[in-house]
């Protein structure tokens, strides 16, 4: 079983013509599969790859699980 990581995407740029963002944390990484990210944006992600936008309140009731479940969002 694979548990997700949800981090907030701070920036977006164009790198080589493709998007590439940097998330809160600071890590770099490719926006390939979630082309309509924004700056804010809370991302899924899926060995260190976003996969999907997360709108607030699911983002925050996954955190919670999370949480619950002993796993540092």
Do not use: K, N, Y
Request: proline content about 8%; aromatic content about 2%; hydrophobic content about 45%.
């Amino acid at each position: 079983m694979c548990l997700g990581s949800i981090r907030r995407l701070a920036e977006v740029w164009d790198e080589g013509g493709a998007r590439a963002g940097r998330l809160a944390d600071g890590t770099t990484v490719t926006l390939a599969f979630v082309p309509g990210a924004r700056p804010g944006d809370q991302l899924l992600l899926h060995l260190g790859i976003p996969v999907d936008i997360l709108d607030p309140p699911t983002a925050r009731d996954a955190r919670a699980l999370l949480e619950e479940g002993g796993v540092a969002p």
